[in-house]
């Protein structure tokens, strides 16, 4: 495909998938269906965090191609040289996560987070050296860590025809924006698989009380794993006949936490286990080959790449004023997935492959019949 006539495709397809986002599906909370006890912010999304941008390229070309970009800014500026406490946590470390070593040395985010398909992670983290680079301010930079993650989408997709370019990466960090974010079949979800069913993106939040500090905790997956699929405690996937060990289930779930709780490096990384405890609470299980990482970032402090002082000051949150946070990132990352897999719709796609997306009315009877909905 001539590169002129595959970026129009392109750009036909994202306004196509913009328009279809318009017309929404319900989301699990309008049946009903609730996780856990602390509130939602205004778009139960990660962009509820204030100052949070995503921005999505989706690539669906012929009967092959099901792929995309999912970008995450923390915030408006020039990251590198404003950068964010962060800190990532393996939870199973089969996956191709760009970046990780300096974020575990440093506790810092310098890029924006990109999500893609396991073999276009080289493309992107050369994108991302592409928009860094050319930001007002890092002409001196000759050094920076592109954090880039992804899942395998080489079931629906025709991944080794690496179908994601650099401008595909490059559009997508350029058109992030705040607002609702798209679910489902969008961005890096374009191709995923999750319990057996159709996968995707999916994002959720929670606003604490101002007594416990008012803190936003948003949550952004791309979900494309296995186990056994629990919803509000129901086996669902067992109910459906779906699971793994009875079908061949696996893969990955790139996680990501952002929030505005002024919290340091230490604490991030304890923010980002709990987020793996949300996804244990769908029926996830990490098997053997499955590369499933939480990156978590604050925005509440910002650290200068130069500064005339030695020392860097700020207010962190007490250890022992952090546990709602904890919580509001297992109940965010729990229905993130819930909220992909409600959205993701069925997908056909290479050699013929096609994956049905979540019988929704069964599970919402299944819901009904054991008392977790009116």
């Given at each position: 495909m001539k590169p002129t006539f595959r970026f129009l495709l392109t750009a036909l397809l994202c306004v196509a998938g913009y328009a279809s986002f318009a017309q929404a599906t319900k989301r699990p909370r309008e049946y009903g269906i609730r996780f856990g006890v602390l509130p939602t912010g205004p778009l139960?999304?990660?962009?509820?965090?204030?100052?949070?941008?995503?921005?999505?390229?989706?690539?669906?070309?012929?009967?092959?191609?099901?792929?995309?970009?999912?970008?995450?800014?923390?915030?408006?500026?020039?990251?590198?040289?404003?950068?964010?406490?962060?800190?990532?946590?393996i939870g199973n470390g089969f996956g191709k996560l760009t970046g990780y070593s300096q974020v575990e040395e440093l506790g810092t985010l310098e890029t924006p987070i990109v999500f893609t398909n396991t073999l276009g992670v080289p493309t992107a983290a050369d994108a991302v050296i592409d928009y860094t680079l050319a930001q007002p301010g890092n002409e001196q930079v000759r050094s920076l860590n592109p954090v880039v993650g992804e899942t395998n989408d080489g079931g629906l997709n025709d991944i080794r025809s690496r179908p994601v370019t650099k401008q595909h990466v490059l559009d997508a960090i350029r058109q992030a924006r705040t607002?609702?974010?798209?679910?489902?079949?969008?961005?890096?979800?374009?191709?995923?698989?999750?319990?057996?069913?159709?996968?995707?993106?999916?994002?959720a939040s929670r606003k604490l009380p101002a007594s416990l500090g008012?803190?936003?905790?948003?949550?952004?997956?791309?979900?494309?794993?296995?186990?056994?699929?629990?919803?509000?405690?129901?086996?669902?996937?067992?109910?459906?006949?779906?699971?793994?060990?009875?079908?061949?289930?696996?893969g990955s779930c790139m996680m990501v936490v952002l929030t505005d709780a002024p919290l340091d490096a230490r604490n991030l990384k304890r923010l980002a286990k709990r987020a793996f405890m949300g996804l244990a609470r769908t029926g996830g299980i990490a098997s053997n080959g499955s590369g499933d990482y939480v990156i978590a970032v604050s925005t509440a402090n910002r650290i200068s790449n130069v500064s005339k002082s030695s020392l860097d000051e700020m207010k962190l949150l007490r250890n022992d004023d952090t546990s709602a946070c904890f919580l509001a990132a297992i109940e965010a990352t729990e229905e993130a997935i819930i909220n992909s897999l409600f959205a993701a719709r069925t997908q056909t796609g290479h050699r013929g492959s096609r994956v049905e997306q979540l019988p929704v009315e069964k599970v919402v009877d299944l819901l009904k019949k054991a008392g977790q909905l009116k």
């Open positions: 139960n999304a990660i962009t509820d965090v204030p100052g949070v941008r995503v921005g999505q390229v989706t690539l669906q070309e012929g009967q092959s191609v099901r792929s995309g970009v999912t970008a995450i800014l923390p915030h408006s500026g020039n990251l590198f040289q404003e950068k964010c406490p962060a800190a990532i946590y607002g609702a974010v798209e679910e489902g079949n969008a961005g890096a979800g374009t191709g995923t698989v999750c319990f057996g069913f159709k996968g995707g993106i999916g994002t008012g803190y936003t905790v948003g949550v952004l997956v791309q979900t494309n794993f296995g186990g056994v699929l629990q919803i509000a405690g129901v086996p669902v996937g067992v109910e459906l006949g779906q699971f793994s060990f009875r079908e061949k289930l696996d």
